[in-house]
C-alpha cells in the first residue's frame, strides 16, 4: 500500500513537503487531480499518479496548466473535490481559465497549487504568484512548514466550498523540498462521482452574465475579509515594541532569529497564512503598541504595500520597512543569517556576525556547469544540427526542458528563449526580420503543451524557418512523466491514448517532415541538411528515448565504449561533444565504463576510429 494511504490517524511519518501536500488532499478526500509536470510541484503529481493506480483517485498529466485548471474545474462544478497542481509559471498559462473561473466559481472544493521558485533553482523567473490573488480576487493560503502545510491544505478544501470559489495554495521550493515529520489524521471519503445543473445564465460567461458574476465575486471577496480577520492562520506571538510581520517559511527564520538575538521579550511577530484578502483589523490592531515594523517577506513587496496602505487609512505614522536596498531584497530566497542579520540592523540590536572560517588556504571546489547526460539523444542531435549548419548564419530559438542546456558549450545551440513552446512562435518573427536562418527546438511534451500552435502560425503565415522536435518519449527534466506521445502500453498503462507527433506536424500542413535517429550521425546531418534547404517550414522529428529513462525501466543497456591505443589526442571528442563521460588522465584521454552509455556517437566522429566498444570481458 502506497504510504500516503494508510488510514491511522495519529501515524507520524518523515515526509517531503510535497508528500504532505499530497497527504493533507487526501486526508479531505480529493477525488479529482490535475497537473502539467513542473517543479518544485513534481513531487505532488507524482504521489496522487502513484496513488491513482491503488484507489479511486482520479489523476491526469494534462497536456497543459491551463487544461489542467479546465478539467479540474469542470470536475469541481460537478460536485467533485479537485486539486490542480503546477509551478509558478504554470499559472500563467492557466491565467485565462484562472480569471473567468473565479466570476463562475465552483460546486465543491478546488484547490490550486502554485510552486513558487524563488532563487529560481529550475525556472526562468522568480514571480510572486501572490499577485494572482489580488489579479483574480481569489483567496490565498500560505503554509509556513511541512506539517502547517498538510493541515492547511485541507482547510483549503473546506474555504474553497464555503466560499464557493477557487482557493489559491501558494507555496515555495524550501517547503515544497523540506522534510519534517507529519501527523497522519483520518481519511475522508472520497466521493468520485458527481453531476453537473446546467444553469447557462450563470456559467456562460457572455457578456450579461459575467457582469452580474463580477458582483458575485466582489460579495464573495467581501466574505473573505471577514473569514481572512478570524483566520487560525493569521496569529500573533509576543508582546514587545518591535513588530514584525512575515509569511511562509520566513517565520520559520524569524521565530529562530529572536531566539538568536535573544529578544523575545521585545518583539511582537504577525504570521500571515491567509495571505488575501490581507487581514486588515488584524493588521490595525497590531500596530498598537508597535514602535517600528519590518516586513519579511521573500519575492515582492506585496504584504508591505498592504501594510502600509492599512497604516495610511488609519493615519498610523509609526516606521514601516521591508524591501530596501540594506535590508530585504526582492531578490533570490532568504535565509536565516539575513533575516538575523536584517532584524538586528533595523532595530538596533546589538549583534555581530558570526565569523566565517578561514577558507584561504582551501582550494575552490570545481564548479560543475550545467549539462547533459552521458549519452543523451539531444547531444547527438545538436551536434549533427552543428554540422548540416555549418556555414549558415543562424538563429536558434530553444525551450524549455532538459535540451535547454544545449545552449552551453561546446554545442552551443540555443539562442533565445521566453518560455514554454516559445521556440515555435518566436522563429516566425526571427525568420520574418532576418536574412538567417532560423531553427527552432523543442521538446516533445513542450510540443504537445504549447508549441503547435506557433508551428499552425507559421504554416499559415508562410514563415521560412526549420522545427527540430526532439522526442525522447518521457518529460524528462521534470521526472520522466508521461506526455500524449507516450506509448503507455509499453509502460504496462492500459486506458490511454497516443498521439503521433508525425501525424500531427503533416495534418498541420507541413509539407518537409523528416525523422531521424540522431544516434546516426551521418544519415542525421545529411537529413537536416536538407530539412536545412526546404523553404518554407520544415520539420525534422529526432527519435530516440531518454537513455536515463531506459536505465530506470531496466532496459537492455548498450556495451560501454574505451579509447584505444589509436588515440591522437585530437580531442574531438571532448571540445565538440562534451560528453561527462570524458576525462583525461596523466594527458590520456579516457570514458568512464559507469558512465558510459554506449551511444557511439564519440566513435562516429573520432578522426582515428581509436574509440571501441568494451569487449565482453
Same mark, same amino acid.
Given at each position: 500500500?502506497?504510504?500516503?494511504?494508510?488510514?491511522?490517524?495519529?501515524?507520524?511519518?518523515?515526509?517531503?513537503?510535497?508528500?504532505?501536500?499530497?497527504?493533507?488532499?487526501?486526508?479531505?478526500?480529493?477525488?479529482?487531480?490535475?497537473?502539467?509536470?513542473?517543479?518544485?510541484?513534481?513531487?505532488?503529481?507524482?504521489?496522487?499518479?502513484?496513488?491513482?493506480? /491503488?484507489?479511486?483517485?482520479?489523476?491526469?498529466?494534462?497536456?497543459?496548466?491551463?487544461?489542467?485548471?479546465?478539467?479540474?474545474?469542470?470536475?469541481?462544478?460537478?460536485?467533485?473535490?479537485?486539486?490542480?497542481?503546477?509551478?509558478?509559471?504554470?499559472?500563467?498559462?492557466?491565467?485565462?481559465?484562472?480569471?473567468?473561473?473565479?466570476?463562475?466559481?465552483?460546486?465543491?472544493?478546488?484547490?490550486?497549487?502554485?510552486?513558487?521558485?524563488?532563487?529560481?533553482?529550475?525556472?526562468?523567473?522568480?514571480?510572486?504568484?501572490?499577485?494572482?490573488?489580488?489579479?483574480?480576487?481569489?483567496?490565498?493560503?500560505?503554509?509556513?512548514?511541512?506539517?502547517?502545510?498538510?493541515?492547511?491544505? &485541507?482547510?483549503?478544501?473546506?474555504?474553497?466550498?464555503?466560499?464557493?470559489?477557487?482557493?489559491?495554495?501558494?507555496?515555495?521550493?524550501?517547503?515544497?523540498?523540506?522534510?519534517?515529520?507529519?501527523?497522519?489524521?483520518?481519511?475522508?471519503?472520497?466521493?468520485?462521482?458527481?453531476?453537473?445543473?446546467?444553469?447557462?445564465?450563470?456559467?456562460?460567461?457572455?457578456?450579461?452574465?459575467?457582469?452580474?458574476?463580477?458582483?458575485?465575486?466582489?460579495?464573495?471577496? $467581501?466574505?473573505?475579509? /471577514?473569514?481572512?480577520? *478570524?483566520?487560525?492562520?493569521?496569529?500573533?506571538?509576543?508582546?514587545?515594541?518591535?513588530?514584525?510581520?512575515?509569511?511562509?517559511?520566513?517565520?520559520?527564520?524569524?521565530?529562530?532569529?529572536?531566539?538568536?538575538?535573544?529578544?523575545?521579550?521585545?518583539?511582537?511577530?504577525?504570521?500571515?497564512?491567509?495571505?488575501?484578502?490581507?487581514?486588515?483589523?488584524? #493588521?490595525?490592531?497590531?500596530?498598537?503598541?508597535?514602535?517600528?515594523?519590518?516586513?519579511?517577506? /521573500?519575492?515582492?513587496?506585496?504584504?508591505?504595500?498592504?501594510?502600509?496602505?492599512?497604516?495610511?487609512?488609519?493615519?498610523?505614522?509609526?516606521? &514601516?520597512?521591508?524591501?530596501?536596498?540594506?535590508?530585504?531584497?526582492?531578490?533570490?530566497?532568504?535565509?536565516? @543569517?539575513?533575516?538575523?542579520?536584517?532584524?538586528?540592523?533595523?532595530?538596533?540590536?546589538?549583534?555581530?556576525?558570526?565569523?566565517?572560517?578561514?577558507?584561504?588556504? #582551501?582550494?575552490?571546489?570545481?564548479?560543475?556547469?550545467?549539462?547533459?547526460?552521458?549519452?543523451?539523444?539531444?547531444? @547527438?542531435?545538436?551536434?549533427?544540427?552543428?554540422?548540416?549548419?555549418?556555414?549558415?548564419?543562424?538563429?536558434?530559438?530553444?525551450?524549455?526542458?532538459?535540451?535547454?542546456?544545449?545552449?552551453?558549450?561546446?554545442?552551443?545551440?540555443?539562442?533565445?528563449?521566453?518560455?514554454?513552446?516559445?521556440?515555435?512562435?518566436?522563429?516566425?518573427?526571427?525568420?520574418?526580420?532576418?536574412?538567417?536562418?532560423?531553427?527552432?527546438?523543442?521538446?516533445?511534451?513542450?510540443?504537445?503543451?504549447?508549441?503547435?500552435?506557433?508551428?499552425?502560425?507559421?504554416?499559415?503565415?508562410?514563415?521560412?524557418?526549420?522545427?527540430?522536435?526532439?522526442?525522447?518519449? *518521457?518529460?524528462?527534466?521534470?521526472?520522466?512523466?508521461?506526455?500524449?506521445?507516450?506509448?503507455?502500453?509499453?509502460?504496462?498503462?492500459?486506458?490511454?491514448?497516443?498521439?503521433?507527433?508525425?501525424?500531427?506536424?503533416?495534418?498541420?500542413?507541413?509539407?518537409?517532415?523528416?525523422?531521424?535517429?540522431?544516434?546516426?550521425?551521418?544519415?542525421?546531418?545529411?537529413?537536416?541538411? /536538407?530539412?536545412?534547404?526546404?523553404?518554407?517550414?520544415?520539420?525534422?522529428?529526432?527519435?530516440?528515448?531518454?537513455?536515463?529513462?531506459?536505465?530506470?525501466?531496466?532496459?537492455?543497456?548498450?556495451?560501454?565504449?574505451?579509447?584505444?591505443?589509436?588515440?591522437?589526442?585530437? $580531442?574531438?571528442?571532448?571540445?565538440?561533444?562534451?560528453?561527462?563521460?570524458?576525462?583525461?588522465?596523466?594527458?590520456?584521454?579516457?570514458?568512464?565504463?559507469?558512465?558510459?552509455?554506449?551511444?557511439?556517437?564519440?566513435?562516429? #566522429?573520432?578522426?582515428?576510429?581509436?574509440?571501441?566498444?568494451?569487449?565482453?570481458?
Amino acid at each position: 500500500m502506497h504510504k500516503l494511504l494508510v488510514d491511522n490517524p495519529g501515524q507520524k511519518s518523515l515526509l517531503l513537503g510535497n508528500e504532505a501536500i499530497a497527504r493533507g488532499a487526501i486526508e479531505a478526500g480529493v477525488a479529482f487531480t490535475s497537473t502539467y509536470p513542473g517543479t518544485p510541484s513534481s513531487e505532488i503529481s507524482l504521489n496522487f499518479f502513484q496513488v491513482s493506480q /491503488e484507489s479511486d483517485l482520479y489523476f491526469e498529466y494534462s497536456t497543459n496548466e491551463k487544461v489542467a485548471l479546465e478539467v479540474a474545474s469542470a470536475a469541481a462544478n460537478s460536485g467533485v473535490r479537485s486539486m490542480c497542481v503546477m509551478k509558478h509559471v504554470g499559472v500563467n498559462v492557466a491565467a485565462d481559465a484562472l480569471m473567468t473561473l473565479a466570476y463562475v466559481g465552483v460546486k465543491k472544493g478546488l484547490v490550486i497549487l502554485t510552486a513558487d521558485d524563488p532563487y529560481m533553482f529550475s525556472s526562468q523567473n522568480e514571480q510572486d504568484n501572490r499577485y494572482y490573488g489580488k489579479l483574480s480576487g481569489l483567496p490565498i493560503l500560505e503554509p509556513s512548514s511541512v506539517d502547517e502545510a498538510k493541515e492547511m491544505i &485541507i482547510h483549503a478544501f473546506d474555504l474553497s466550498e464555503k466560499l464557493q470559489e477557487p482557493v489559491i495554495f501558494r507555496t515555495t521550493t524550501r517547503i515544497n523540498h523540506s522534510t519534517a515529520i507529519v501527523e497522519y489524521g483520518a481519511l475522508k471519503e472520497r466521493i468520485t462521482k458527481g453531476d453537473f445543473t446546467k444553469d447557462p445564465f450563470n456559467y456562460v460567461t457572455v457578456p450579461a452574465v459575467s457582469r452580474r458574476l463580477h458582483v458575485k465575486l466582489l460579495e464573495n471577496y $467581501k466574505k473573505s475579509e /471577514e473569514l481572512t480577520n *478570524t483566520s487560525e492562520y493569521n496569529f500573533i506571538n509576543g508582546t514587545g515594541p518591535y513588530g514584525i510581520i512575515c509569511n511562509g517559511v520566513s517565520y520559520g527564520y524569524v521565530s529562530d532569529a529572536v531566539n538568536d538575538l535573544c529578544i523575545k521579550d521585545k518583539v511582537k511577530v504577525l504570521r500571515i497564512g491567509f495571505s488575501h484578502p490581507m487581514p486588515k483589523s488584524v #493588521i490595525r490592531d497590531f500596530f498598537n503598541g508597535c514602535e517600528k515594523i519590518l516586513v519579511i517577506e /521573500e519575492g515582492e513587496a506585496y504584504m508591505e504595500e498592504a501594510i502600509k496602505a492599512i497604516a495610511q487609512e488609519n493615519k498610523i505614522t509609526i516606521p &514601516i520597512a521591508g524591501k530596501t536596498e540594506d535590508l530585504l531584497s526582492r531578490l533570490y530566497e532568504f535565509d536565516p @543569517a539575513l533575516v538575523r542579520e536584517s532584524m538586528a540592523k533595523y532595530f538596533n540590536i546589538p549583534y555581530k556576525a558570526i565569523d566565517k572560517p578561514d577558507l584561504t588556504d #582551501i582550494p575552490e571546489i570545481p564548479q560543475r556547469p550545467p549539462n547533459l547526460c552521458a549519452g543523451c539523444s539531444h547531444r @547527438a542531435t545538436f551536434y549533427a544540427l552543428q554540422k548540416a549548419s555549418e556555414g549558415m548564419e543562424t538563429i536558434i530559438p530553444n525551450d524549455i526542458g532538459c535540451y535547454t542546456l544545449g545552449f552551453m558549450p561546446p554545442l552551443s545551440v540555443g539562442d533565445f528563449l521566453i518560455c514554454m513552446g516559445s521556440s515555435t512562435g518566436t522563429a516566425g518573427g526571427f525568420a520574418q526580420t532576418t536574412d538567417k536562418k532560423v531553427i527552432s527546438v523543442i521538446g516533445d511534451s513542450t510540443f504537445f503543451h504549447s508549441g503547435i500552435p506557433g508551428l499552425i502560425n507559421g504554416v499559415f503565415n508562410n514563415h521560412n524557418f526549420t522545427l527540430v522536435i526532439l522526442d525522447n518519449e *518521457t518529460t524528462a527534466m521534470t521526472g520522466h512523466q508521461p506526455n500524449p506521445g507516450v506509448d503507455m502500453k509499453g509502460l504496462n498503462f492500459e486506458g490511454y491514448g497516443q498521439i503521433s507527433i508525425e501525424k500531427v506536424v503533416k495534418g498541420l500542413g507541413v509539407q518537409h517532415v523528416t525523422i531521424i535517429k540522431p544516434y546516426k550521425i551521418r544519415k542525421s546531418v545529411e537529413a537536416i541538411r /536538407e530539412a536545412l534547404d526546404f523553404k518554407g517550414v520544415s520539420v525534422i522529428i529526432s527519435k530516440e528515448p531518454c537513455t536515463l529513462y531506459e536505465k530506470s525501466l531496466k532496459k537492455k543497456q548498450r556495451k560501454p565504449f574505451y579509447v584505444s591505443d589509436k588515440c591522437k589526442k585530437h $580531442k574531438d571528442c571532448i571540445n565538440d561533444l562534451g560528453c561527462p563521460a570524458f576525462f583525461i588522465e596523466d594527458s590520456n584521454i579516457k570514458i568512464d565504463p559507469a558512465m558510459c552509455t554506449g551511444c557511439a556517437v564519440c566513435a562516429q #566522429i573520432c578522426p582515428e576510429n581509436a574509440i571501441m566498444p568494451v569487449k565482453d570481458n
